[in-house]
């Protein structure tokens, strides 16, 4: 096996390192950030790190680099509170890349790709218009990593929109029935299929070192 020590790491080539330390934790979400400015210019950006924060309530969180250069959908969110997380799928993976260059903020990645906004009720932050699951998203609060400065946002859901075949009876989203995409490192994208589902796991009775052996006590 390939192996790399701490200081191995902190020395190797920049672009090396982001790819290596991106991918090294596994598949990531996939999602676009709409936003828009309080002068009413939208946003919509390519985002990996969001991740379910708890349930009740719902809150769902992601990380955002250091703001020593301007982020727009950070500066959107502080400014307006709102905004919309919509999952990348197979269609618009091009696209969605896309999004991560780094325009002005008074260009909308909206007119610079065919990813097309949608408004719902109640929101100025623009959902991606035929993302499988759209979720409108409000600010709550933020932490900065002191260790890099990078911020933790973390907000709260206010609805949440799927389309219809993905739904399953007991509220599991089937996110390969939408060909929904999840990121390897910071440029590959998959599309997974057919999740594999377990049921609830309660501990075992017989501890594995015993199991061979009869008339064991249980643990
Ligand atoms: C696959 C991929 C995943 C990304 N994930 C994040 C992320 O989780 N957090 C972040 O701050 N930037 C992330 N970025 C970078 C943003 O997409 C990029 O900084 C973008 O320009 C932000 O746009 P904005 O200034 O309009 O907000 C990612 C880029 C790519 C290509």
């Known amino acids: 096996?390939?192996?790399?020590?701490?200081?191995?790491?902190?020395?190797?080539?920049?672009?090396?390192?982001?790819?290596?330390?991106?991918?090294?934790?596994?598949?990531?979400?996939?999602n676009l950030i709409g936003s828009k400015s309080m002068d009413g210019i939208s946003n919509v950006a390519v985002f990996s790190s969001v991740t379910h924060f708890g349930s009740s309530p719902a809150i769902l969180g992601f990380l955002m680099r250091p703001t020593s250069v301007p982020r727009n959908t950070y500066s959107n969110i502080r400014e307006t509170g709102s905004y919309t997380i919509n999952h990348i799928h197979s269609e618009i993976i091009e696209d969605a890349?896309?999004?991560?260059?780094?325009?002005?903020?008074?260009?909308?990645?909206?007119?610079?790709?065919?990813?097309?906004?949608?408004?719902?009720?109640?929101?100025?932050?623009?959902?991606?218009?035929?993302?499988?699951?759209?979720?409108?998203?409000?600010?709550?609060?933020?932490?900065?990593?002191?260790?890099?400065?990078?911020?933790?946002?973390?907000?709260?859901?206010?609805?949440?929109?799927?389309?219809?075949?993905?739904?399953?009876?007991?509220?599991?989203?089937?996110?390969?029935?939408?060909?929904?995409?999840?990121?390897?490192?910071?440029?590959g994208y998959v599309v997974p299929d057919l999740p594999k589902r377990m049921p609830y796991q309660r501990p075992k009775k017989i501890h594995k070192r015993y199991k061979n052996f009869e008339n064991m006590d249980l643990i």
């Open 97 to 187: 890349h896309h999004t991560s260059a780094k325009y002005d903020k008074k260009i909308s990645e909206f007119d610079m790709t065919k990813l097309r906004e949608e408004y719902k009720e109640h929101y100025d932050a623009p959902f991606v218009k035929g993302a499988p699951v759209q979720i409108g998203m409000r600010y709550l609060e933020e932490y900065k990593i002191r260790a890099n400065g990078t911020i933790m946002l973390i907000g709260e859901v206010m609805d949440i929109f799927i389309k219809d075949d993905l739904l399953r009876p007991d509220g599991f989203v089937d996110l390969s029935k939408g060909n929904v995409a999840a990121i390897n490192g910071l440029d």
């Open 1 to 30: 096996m390939k192996h790399f020590s701490q200081n191995e790491i902190a020395q190797l080539e920049h672009l090396y390192k982001i790819n290596l330390i991106n991918s090294c934790s596994g598949f990531k979400s996939a």
